[in-house]
């Protein structure tokens, strides 16, 4: 089971709705697996403040005082920590990849749900419902979210088995479905060097994207290799704050619609979670070909056959 959402906006006029629209999405899948879930919102001004880097840590052992004391003084800068739920939203006029680093040399044991630029990821234990109402989702703005509802089958209930995951900088992946040689694709990626946070089948997959991608393949370079590296059953969202990527397996078995109209982008795990959107009388909606790489940018449409 599963269920996955994505909003890509095109319309500003609707960037402060974004979190509302999301939650509807989100919350609709969540007879699909609900024993924990996760968001990604890009621009959100509160949660990834304009010109500041952004972290997301999930149950740190420490306060959210003590988290802003440590790092401040160690970047020589000042920190900035929201709570939400049981995740810590860090946020520094830093390089990203320089507040990630001293977030993890401070506290080597946390789980990071994410980092980038204009990036929160939020995840956790429980019902989207109930997390959607925590987070304050309704509230966010930005111009693009991620969601997922998870029913485990590969790890853990845990935070760290909970979807999305953002692996690479303001990247991030949902997953419905499973993969048969995940086990062995960790091997290899773990053998390159590549550290996981968890035995969750997904997280390997969102490793070997963002491994393709940190050696300079685009998303639909990165996402034809996973079709022709993974076995297994799935739909991938993959995203990042400029494009957002849909994928499926050979056989198309696990369940997508993808809606298009001039002001958005939207996909899910099923029709009804997109029918609460603005203008959806009006979209062009299809089911996502087998092996087909769908991709958007906030410039530009494009859909690209898998050769």
């Not at 956790?124 to 485990?152: E, I, K, N, S």
């Not at 946070?197 to 393949?217: I, K, M, P, Q, Y």
Request: glycine share 8%; net charge negative.
């Amino acid at each position: 089971m599963c269920g996955i959402v994505g909003l890509h906006l095109r319309s500003p006029e609707l960037h402060p709705h974004l979190g509302e629209l999301l939650a509807g999405m989100l919350c609709e899948m969540q007879d699909r697996g609900a024993d924990s879930a996760g968001i990604a919102v890009y621009g959100d001004p509160t949660w990834s403040p304009p010109g500041h880097s952004t972290v997301s840590l999930v149950e740190p052992d420490a306060s959210p005082e003590e988290v802003a004391a440590t790092l401040s003084a160690t970047l020589g800068t000042p920190v900035a920590v929201l709570v939400r739920d049981v995740t810590y939203l860090l946020s520094a006029e830093a390089d990203p990849e320089v507040l990630l680093a001293a977030a993890r040399s401070a506290y080597p044991h946390v789980l990071v749900g994410g980092f980038g630029v204009d990036l929160a990821v939020l995840k956790g234990v429980g019902t989207p419902t109930d997390l959607a109402a925590r987070w304050g989702l309704a509230g966010a703005q930005g111009w693009q979210g991620v969601g997922h509802t998870r029913m485990a089958t590969e790890s853990a209930v845990t935070p760290a088995g909970a979807h999305p995951y953002a692996v690479g900088p303001d990247q991030c992946m949902v997953h419905n479905g499973s993969f048969s040689n995940h086990a062995t694709i960790r091997r290899e990626l773990r053998a390159a060097g590549v550290a996981f946070d968890s035995e969750n089948d997904t997280e390997v997959a969102a490793r070997f994207v963002a491994d393709r991608l940190a050696a300079g393949a685009d998303v639909e370079e990165a996402l034809t290799d996973v079709t022709r590296t993974f076995d297994g059953f799935y739909t991938l969202l993959v995203s990042n704050r400029d494009s957002f990527a849909v994928v499926r397996d050979a056989i198309a078995c696990k369940p997508a619609v993808i809606a298009e109209t001039d002001a958005w982008v939207a996909m899910a795990s099923e029709y009804r979670a997109l029918a609460h959107l603005p203008g959806v009388e009006n979209a062009r909606i299809w089911e996502p070909e087998p092996e087909t790489v769908y991709a958007w940018t906030r410039e530009t449409t494009r859909e690209a056959a898998l050769a």
